[in-house]
Nanobody, 125 residues
Framework: VQLQASGGGEVQAGGSLRVSCAAS????????VGWFRQAPGKEREAVGC????????YYVDSVKGRFAISRDNAKKTVYLQMADLKPEDTAVYYC???????????????????WGQGTQVTVSS
């Protein structure tokens, strides 16, 4: 499975942005997909994930209620819709995948096997 994140950019605080994660390979629907981010000088951290089985989602507290993850298996794409963005959301955003269902995730994402290139999201105040 190969992944590629795209759609990043610069947005003002309070704005919205949607980033995408496009996958190649077979049986994309059998994979859970997670989103992570890494800000300059900080460790990578989890944002949320979407399961393979029923499309259920999990979010870390800092983005709950502002971010939403969805998937279109026919297009082999997972989306991260971000709203009410804050300057502290500024980071490179990565997607990653792992086979099977996933109800939660670790902060660093050790359970994910495949990682894509990131996309920069910058939120200006």
């Amino acid at each position: 499975v190969q992944l590629q994140a795209s759609g990043g950019g610069e947005v003002q605080a309070g704005g919205s942005l949607r980033v995408s994660c496009a996958a190649s390979g077979d049986r994309f629907g059998d994979y859970a997909v997670g989103w992570f981010r890494q800000a300059p000088g900080k460790e990578r951290e989890a944002v949320g994930c979407i399961s393979s089985s029923d499309g259920s989602t999990y979010y870390v507290d800092s983005v709950k209620g502002r971010f939403a993850i969805s998937r279109d298996n026919a297009k082999k794409t997972v989306y991260l819709q971000m709203a009410d963005l804050k300057p502290e959301d500024t980071a490179v955003y990565y997607c990653a995948s792992a086979p099977g269902a996933m109800a939660t995730m670790t902060s660093y994402g050790v359970e994910f096997q495949y990682w894509g290139q990131g996309t920069q999201v910058t939120v200006s105040s």
